[in-house]
């Protein structure tokens, strides 16, 4: 069974550009959340999604957004591009339905770079 | 304050010992969650926990729920060991976590 693919892997982006990053979530899972990890800040929750609805969404501003479609793909999007959201984002998907019973499994990440 | 706080932050050993991560939180939790990160960011999920112990392997991951800790095992510890552990809790969904800041483990033959 392949794992949660996300693509892709590197991105060099100029600040107030634009971004896509895209998570395929393991085949049957219906939740994928989000993450940023930096040096100063670790890892800090961004969005999670069930069946394209959004059901929580971290501290973030509105320049980060997302969404999950009908097979479970979800893309996040972070416009404006400023020098501190140079980070690896990481994607997971689980079977979970909410009760936070079932295990996480994270794609290797989009590391993205600001300049 | 991070409401999870995990140690050591740092940790050396010799292959073959015993070694223990603590995480400590202060939030009620539905889940807690060992998660291993080695260089390149990929991040594999150890175990999730909610209550008592788990075993997998040479690892053991134990929780007290009353106390709000949790420990992580290795025993006979390997040089593959080497990696970052993350202490992460779920509060109110499954996706929704709260990270520590990390243990780098590091392992010498």
């Known amino acids: 069974k392949a794992g949660v693919t996300q693509t892709p892997r590197y991105l060099i982006k100029t600040r107030g550009q634009q971004v896509t990053l895209s998570c395929s979530p393991i085949s049957g899972h219906r939740s994928v959340s989000w993450y940023q990890q930096t040096p100063g800040q670790g890892l800090q929750f961004l969005f999670e999604?069930?069946?394209?609805?959004?059901?929580n969404k971290g501290n973030f501003p509105g320049r980060f957004s997302g969404r999950q479609f009908s097979n479970s793909r979800s893309e996040m999007n972070v416009s404006t591009l400023e020098l501190g959201d140079s980070a690896l984002y990481l994607c997971?998907?689980?079977?979970?339905?909410?009760?936070?019973?079932?295990?996480?499994?994270f794609g290797n990440g989009t590391r993205l770079t600001v300049t | 304050k991070n409401e999870v706080e995990q140690s050591p932050q740092n940790l050396t050993a010799q292959e073959g010992e015993f070694i223990t991560i603590n995480c400590s939180y202060s939030v009620g939790i539905s889940a807690l969650h060992w998660l291993q990160q080695h260089p390149g960011g990929g991040i594999v999920s150890l175990f999730m926990?909610?209550?008592g112990k788990k075993k997998h392997g040479r690892l053991i991951a134990t929780i007290n729920i009353q106390e709000k800790h949790s420990s992580l095992h290795i025993t006979a510890s390997h040089p593959r060991d080497s990696a970052v552990y993350i202490c992460a809790v779920g509060t109110d969904s499954w996706g929704k976590l709260q990270f520590g800041a990390g243990t780098q483990v590091v392992v010498t033959p």
């Open positions: 926990l909610s209550s």
């Open positions: 997971a998907s689980s079977l979970d339905r909410g009760t936070g019973t079932s295990p996480l499994h």
């Open positions: 999604y069930f069946s394209e609805t959004q059901r």
